[in-house]
């Protein structure tokens, strides 16, 4: 057994192993409710064994949506289709499954990225946008409006309210988007955040909204339902930001609040910074964090490869590893790594023609290229 296809507990969560399916917005939502698109593409994840797969950031109120075309989970609709998901995805394979959810804050009101991402104006079916300090996240964006403390709670209950709906879905795990820029990554960076109150200036300050959710949503939850947060562990900027020594104590009372695991992302907050795109570019973030949090700790970012996924694993840097890329390249990454990496996996009965006891016994060492 290697350690990537080892199993994991997060809390009563058994995991078959430590692959997970990031989470990938598709933008293909209507009113924030999921379509057929989304039964295919999370279905063909489902049925090839990874660990977790986990549903796109989801907006927890209509602002906090960073397109008109994200997933939502504030109303009964949304939640009934959400249920519907977990069901099919449940239906074709052993996967557990999970749901980020997110608050968009001043990267909200955009278009879809393929058509340019550019800010929607009000006139033209946009929407007003809030964050901790009235600061645009670029010139293209519209200028947030500062949440005074009335927002900041009702923002507060609707990550609450959102949890709840999550667990009535059916949904295995609950993840927080606390990283890339949006609301909450906001609270935590100096440089989005030059609040004067108790949300403002220190770290202490910054980190006091995101904990609050923290401690409010598992106050919320089944005892047994594990809780994560994905944050970003560095902004690529010289000057003062969220870095990895301010998530390293982030993630310490994230554990402390009641978060089960935090996945290591990193930027999002500044429109133009170099990021070396490169594999593995964001473990050594996900092993400092390990080191100090006490929590479980999962790394994501261009990790291609199953030996790059192992070798994480192995060497005590992450617990899990996120595949995104990956898997919208190769639905069946789970299979083939497990293939590389001489592990038998427990394949969909109706595909039972493709395992790879049927291409050895036609001689073949992998599916023939046609």
């Known amino acids: ?31 924030g409710v999921p379509q057929f698109w989304h039964s295919q593409h999370y279905g063909s994840f489902a049925a090839s064994g990874p660990g977790l797969v986990a549903i796109e950031a989801t907006g927890v109120t209509p ?9 939502g989970l504030w109303t009964d609709e949304q939640e009934a289709a959400f249920k519907q998901l977990v069901a099919e995805m449940k239906s074709v394979g052993d996967s557990k499954v999970s749901i980020q959810l997110n608050h968009a804050g001043r990267k909200g009101s955009t278009e879809k990225p393929w058509v340019g991402g550019a800010s929607i104006p009000l006139e033209q079916g946009g929407w007003v946008i809030v964050a901790p300090s009235a600061i645009a996240y670029d010139d293209r964006s519209q200028v947030p409006q500062e949440l005074d403390l009335e927002g900041i709670e009702r923002i507060k209950q609707a990550f609450v309210d959102s949890a709840r709906r999550a667990e009535r879905a059916g949904f295995d795990c609950i993840e927080l988007q606390f990283a890339h820029g949006y609301l909450v990554h906001e609270f935590l960076s100096p440089i989005s955040n030059k609040r004067t109150d108790h949300y403002g200036g220190s770290l202490e300050n910054r980190m006091r909204f995101p904990l609050e959710i923290i401690s409010a949503i598992r106050a919320a939850l089944a005892e047994d339902r594990p809780l994560g947060v994905r944050i970003s562990g560095t902004e690529w900027t010289d000057e003062a930001s969220f870095d990895i020594d301010e998530a390293k104590l982030f993630s310490a009372e994230a554990k402390k609040a009641g978060v089960d695991f935090i996945c290591l992302s990193s930027g999002g907050n500044l429109a133009r910074v170099k990021i070396p795109l490169e594999p593995c570019f964001q473990v050594s973030l996900a092993a400092a964090v390990k080191e100090t949090s006490g929590a479980l700790v999962r790394a994501v970012g261009l990790i291609i490869t199953p030996e790059q996924a192992e ?29 590389v990496l001489g592990v038998s996996m427990k394949y969909p009965i109706q595909f039972t023609a493709v395992q790879p006891n049927f291409w050895r016994a036609l001689k073949f060492d992998q599916p023939p290229r046609i």
């Open 311 to 339: 070798e994480v694993v192995a060497e005590g840097k992450a617990d899990m590893v996120a595949i995104g890329r990956g898997f919208l390249y190769d639905p069946r990454w789970a299979w083939h790594a497990a293939k």
């Open 1 to 31: 057994m290697t350690h990537l296809f080892s199993p994991l507990s997060i809390r009563n969560l058994q995991l078959e192993n430590r692959i997970v399916v990031s989470p990938m917005c598709q933008y293909s939502g209507v009113h």
């Open 63 to 71: 602002e906090g949506l960073i397109t008109p075309y994200c997933l």
